[in-house]
């Protein structure tokens, strides 16, 4: 069967926000992050990274959510609440639920709110190689680590949301590891998420071409 092209498959932004930023001390999802002509904050950086490959987005929210919402200036997104306190897989579960109530033949591209960036290659290769392997997840690889987002095709939501969620999605992973395909990218930023203060100032002192760079 011929694989199918990008513009045979709708794809759901699910962008997840609802922690509380303990190791950062503050909500980190307000953080402001370097944009074109000055900042904007961390969650919006991270929606826009992935936005402009999807149909439609939703954003999982909790800790400050009114706050947290606020930040994204308006963006069209679809607001799905989970609770600040529970397992991430919990609200993994949140957004795959409202994905799949939205379209349920929808792929979905499952990235954390504090993945400020990703190259567009990055995005292009996921959703190529998604293309042809219908029934694998697409996660980005980056010097052997495991990086976001992950596409996740519409015939594997249903089965995530019935998992038991022990050891969360990446347990999930392991344990159905024909199921994940991993994709050896030179994207730096699949990795670099935004979890202590050293983090951030750390990505805020990077050469912004960083990500962008082979290597």
């Not at 219908?134 to 095709?153: E, K």
Request: charged fraction near 25%; include cysteine; charge should be negative.
């Amino acid at each position: 069967m011929e694989a199918e092209t990008q513009s045979d498959v709708r794809r759901i932004g699910v962008l997840l926000a609802a922690g509380r930023g303990r190791r950062m001390g503050r909500t980190k999802q307000l953080l402001l992050w370097p944009a074109a002509g000055g900042s904007k904050p961390l969650l919006a950086a991270a929606f826009d990274a992935i936005a402009k490959v999807c149909h439609h987005m939703i954003v999982v929210l909790g800790h400050e959510a009114e706050a947290v919402a606020d930040s994204l200036g308006g963006r069209n997104c679809q607001l799905v609440q989970s609770d600040p306190d529970g397992e991430m897989f919990d609200s993994i579960c949140s957004g795959l639920q409202a994905a799949r109530k939205t379209d349920s033949e929808a792929d979905v591209l499952l990235h954390p709110g504090d993945h400020p960036a990703v190259a567009g290659k990055t995005l292009e290769a996921l959703i190529r190689v998604g293309g042809n392997h219908r029934d694998c997840a697409v996660m980005p690889v980056y010097r052997g680590q495991g990086g976001h987002p992950v596409l996740i095709p519409a015939l594997l939501v249903e089965r995530i949301l019935g998992y038991d969620g022990h050891g969360g999605l990446r347990r999930f992973w392991k344990e159905n590891s024909p199921l994940c395909l991993r994709l050896v990218v030179s994207d730096a930023a699949v990795v670099q998420d935004v979890d202590t203060p050293s983090d951030y100032r750390s990505s805020l002192g990077r050469d912004e071409s960083g990500p962008e760079r082979d290597e």
